[in-house]
C-alpha cells in the first residue's frame, strides 16, 4: 500500500503546526503574575483588599489599596502602580 506523497506531507505539516500550538500554550500557562495596586478601574479590581471583601468592589479609580494581576514586570511600568498595597489611612 502506498500513500501519496501530498497526503503524507499534509499530515507532517498537520503535525507540526499542532506540537508548536501546543507547545507556544504551555508557555503561555507558565507566564507569571503579580499584583499591582493603584491601577484598577472603580469595579475592575481582581480581589479583596484592606478596604472590601468581593472582587469589582472598589469604588474609586485608581485607588492604592485595590488590585488587579498583572503580567510580572507590568506593573512597574504603569504611572501609580505599585506591587505593594497602600498603608491604611490614619482617621
Known amino acids: ?3 501519496p506523497v501530498k497526503t503524507s506531507l ?4 498537520a503535525v507540526a503546526v499542532s506540537s508548536a500550538i501546543a507547545t507556544s500554550a504551555a508557555k503561555a500557562g507558565d507566564e507569571k503574575f503579580e499584583t499591582c495596586f493603584g491601577v484598577a478601574k ?7 483588599s484592606s478596604t ?3 472582587a469589582g ?3 474609586t479609580d485608581r485607588d ?6 498583572l503580567p ?5 511600568k504603569i ?5 505593594t498595597e497602600a498603608p491604611p489611612e490614619k482617621k
Not at 472603580?42 to 479583596?48: E, L, S, V, W
Open 79 to 83: 504611572a501609580g502602580g505599585s506591587t
Open 42 to 48: 472603580a469595579g475592575q479590581n481582581d480581589c479583596k
Open 52 to 54: 472590601h471583601i468581593c
Open 1 to 3: 500500500m502506498t500513500i
Open 72 to 76: 510580572a514586570g507590568t506593573c512597574a
Open 10 to 13: 499534509g499530515f507532517l505539516v
Open 57 to 59: 468592589k472598589g469604588t
Open 64 to 69: 492604592p489599596h485595590t488590585f488587579i494581576a
